[in-house]
């Protein structure tokens, strides 16, 4: 998935606009999600998924597959939020179960209160990773650590984003190499085997890894690194003020949205 996100990055349609304009726009997006309220939420990542999907060009399928891994961690939380458990049953606990199972002296239950709590947390977290997605998907690395050391960001946190970056894929791809070898000699066929298997990927993760990182250090001061990452960037933007307006007048519709629900509700 990381050679997908990095070609399309490069190569999106809102390629051409400036890294700045994308980025403010995907973050006061992402500002509005995580203070309003569900209905805002809904609007939020149906508009960011619009313009991810039509306006940027981003298949829809990648889309999707990103959204579905994004969900399925969520549902995995989901649990935590619904389940509870009481040694001893109140009225207020009756009130707030919708299903229950005793257990020993007490029951589980699944709260109402912890169900809508938890639908809140998804929409909430949908809509913020719409957002996010529109920066990680239009906005090339280089591109946002060159905004973010324009803006003030402090050089040591531009760099470590890149090596973290950088090495999360790097990880991915030796991982990837350890498996299909493992594969290829049955390493999975049997439980034991399994075991064995996964023992011997996290060692060679860790072994190859640490030698990557070697190999890095030494190219980076075989290139004269004087303690500071600089970044060229050779393309020329161009402001849209039509994208402009359409995020602004957004915003303010959904600054707007959240005020009358916040008034009205």
Same mark, same amino acid.
């Given at each position: 998935?990381?050679?997908?996100?990095?070609?399309?990055?490069?190569?999106?349609?809102?390629?051409?606009?400036?890294?700045?304009?994308?980025?403010?726009?995907?973050?006061?997006?992402?500002?509005?999600?995580?203070?309003?309220?569900?209905?805002?939420?809904?609007?939020?990542?149906? @508009? $960011?998924?619009?313009?991810?999907?039509?306006? &940027?060009?981003?298949?829809?399928? /990648?889309?999707?597959? $990103? $959204?579905? +891994?994004?969900?399925?961690?969520?549902?995995?939380?989901?649990?935590?939020?619904? /389940?509870?458990?009481?040694?001893?049953?109140?009225?207020?606990? =009756?009130?707030?179960?919708?299903?229950?199972? #005793?257990? @020993?002296? +007490?029951?589980?239950?699944?709260?109402?209160?912890?169900?809508?709590?938890? %639908?809140?947390?998804? /929409?909430?977290?949908?809509?913020?990773?719409?957002?996010?997605?529109?920066?990680?998907?239009?906005?090339?690395?280089?591109?946002?650590?060159?905004?973010?050391?324009?803006? +003030? !960001?402090?050089?040591?946190? %531009?760099?470590?984003?890149?090596?973290?970056?950088?090495?999360?894929?790097?990880?991915?791809?030796? &991982? =990837? *190499?350890?498996?299909?070898?493992?594969?290829?000699?049955?390493?999975?066929?049997?439980?034991?085997?399994?075991?064995?298997?996964?023992?011997?990927?996290?060692? *060679?993760?860790? *072994?190859?890894?640490? %030698?990557?990182?070697?190999?890095? /250090?030494? #190219?980076?001061?075989?290139?004269?690194?004087?303690?500071?990452?600089?970044?060229?960037?050779? *393309?020329?933007?161009?402001?849209?003020?039509?994208?402009?307006?359409?995020?602004?007048?957004?915003? !303010?519709?959904?600054?707007? +949205?959240?005020?009358?629900?916040?008034?009205?509700?």
């Amino acid at each position: 998935m990381h050679i997908h996100i990095d070609t399309l990055a490069y190569s999106n349609r809102l390629r051409h606009l400036p890294p700045s304009q994308k980025l403010w726009f995907a973050l006061s997006v992402l500002l509005i999600a995580l203070v309003s309220h569900y209905p805002v939420q809904i609007i939020i990542f149906v @508009w $960011m998924s619009v313009w991810s999907v039509v306006y &940027a060009g981003i298949p829809w399928q /990648i889309y999707g597959s $990103m $959204m579905v +891994g994004v969900m399925t961690f969520l549902v995995t939380s989901m649990p935590a939020l619904v /389940i509870e458990y009481a040694s001893s049953i109140s009225p207020q606990i =009756q009130a707030d179960s919708l299903w229950h199972i #005793g257990v @020993w002296d +007490g029951q589980i239950y699944l709260s109402r209160q912890g169900s809508i709590q938890a %639908i809140e947390v998804l /929409i909430r977290s949908l809509a913020s990773t719409s957002a996010l997605f529109l920066i990680v998907l239009t906005i090339p690395p280089i591109d946002l650590a060159t905004t973010c050391q324009k803006i +003030g !960001c402090p050089s040591i946190l %531009i760099e470590l984003s890149l090596l973290v970056y950088r090495f999360i894929f790097l990880l991915a791809d030796t &991982a =990837q *190499q350890i498996i299909t070898a493992q594969v290829s000699r049955g390493g999975y066929r049997t439980h034991r085997l399994r075991l064995n298997s996964l023992n011997l990927l996290v060692r *060679q993760l860790i *072994q190859r890894t640490a %030698i990557r990182y070697q190999q890095l /250090i030494l #190219g980076v001061k075989a290139r004269g690194f004087q303690q500071e990452f600089r970044f060229w960037q050779p *393309q020329s933007y161009q402001y849209s003020p039509r994208y402009a307006r359409e995020s602004i007048i957004g915003c !303010c519709v959904l600054i707007i +949205g959240e005020l009358l629900y916040r008034s009205y509700v």
